[in-house]
């Protein structure tokens, strides 16, 4: 679980925090998927640290590569819509969790720790919070934010 943690951790620093701009918006050219590529190398090495080994490295390399052919495929197919990106996350989920077993050797124990995820009220409780924060603060704050438009002011001043 904690490589699972850590190389998650280190997805979601790379996608989110560290991907430039550039990259983002030019993911079918090869100079910004490489960049992308690389970012994640480094935060995965980084977040892993103590663990890093040949096999571990290995796993990383291949996990940044599959990340990046995820990100063209989807450039190239889907777009930039909420059901691509979702799918695209999930996938990348998938990848990591999977290196994961593969590192620790772990497939008849992954059950028993996907029963004990599913089982536990904290994780409703934590999936409650991000889907009401991020999807429903999301929905607030652009409806919010109409009444004070410049065409909607003018008709609020009228």
Same mark, same amino acid.
């Given at each position: 679980?904690?490589?699972?943690?850590?190389?998650?951790?280190?997805?979601?620093?790379?996608?989110?925090?560290l991907?430039?701009d550039?990259v983002?918006?030019?993911?079918?050219e090869?100079r910004?998927?490489?960049?992308?590529? #690389?970012?994640?190398?480094?935060?995965?090495?980084?977040?892993?640290?103590?663990?890093?080994?040949?096999?571990?490295?290995? #796993?990383?390399v291949?996990?940044?590569?599959?990340?990046?052919?995820?990100?063209? #495929?989807?450039?190239?197919?889907?777009?930039?819509?909420?059901?691509?990106?979702?799918?695209?996350?999930?996938?990348?989920?998938?990848?990591? #969790?999977?290196?994961?077993i593969?590192l620790?050797?772990?497939?008849?124990?992954?059950?028993?720790?996907?029963?004990?995820?599913?089982?536990?009220p904290?994780?409703?409780l934590?999936?409650?919070?991000?889907?009401?924060v991020?999807?429903?603060?999301?929905?607030?704050?652009?409806?919010?934010?109409?009444?004070f438009?410049?065409?909607?002011?003018?008709?609020?001043?009228?």
């Open positions: 679980m904690l490589l699972f943690l850590q190389l998650y951790l280190a997805h979601l620093v790379a996608d989110f925090l991907q430039p550039w983002s918006r030019r993911k079918t090869i910004p998927l490489a960049a992308h590529a #690389a970012i994640h190398l480094v935060c995965a090495a980084a977040a892993v640290n103590v663990g890093l080994d040949r096999r571990v490295a290995g #796993a990383i291949s996990i940044a590569l599959i990340h990046t052919l995820l990100d063209y #495929a989807k450039a190239r197919l889907s777009g930039d819509g909420w059901i691509a990106f979702t799918a695209d996350q999930a996938a990348h989920v998938l990848v990591v #969790a999977l290196a994961s593969w620790t050797h772990s497939w008849p124990g992954t059950i028993d720790v996907i029963r004990s995820i599913v089982t536990r904290l994780v409703y934590y999936a409650c919070a991000y889907v009401a991020v999807f429903g603060g999301d929905t607030w704050s652009r409806r919010s934010r109409n009444p438009s410049p065409r909607r002011r003018a008709v609020w001043l009228s």
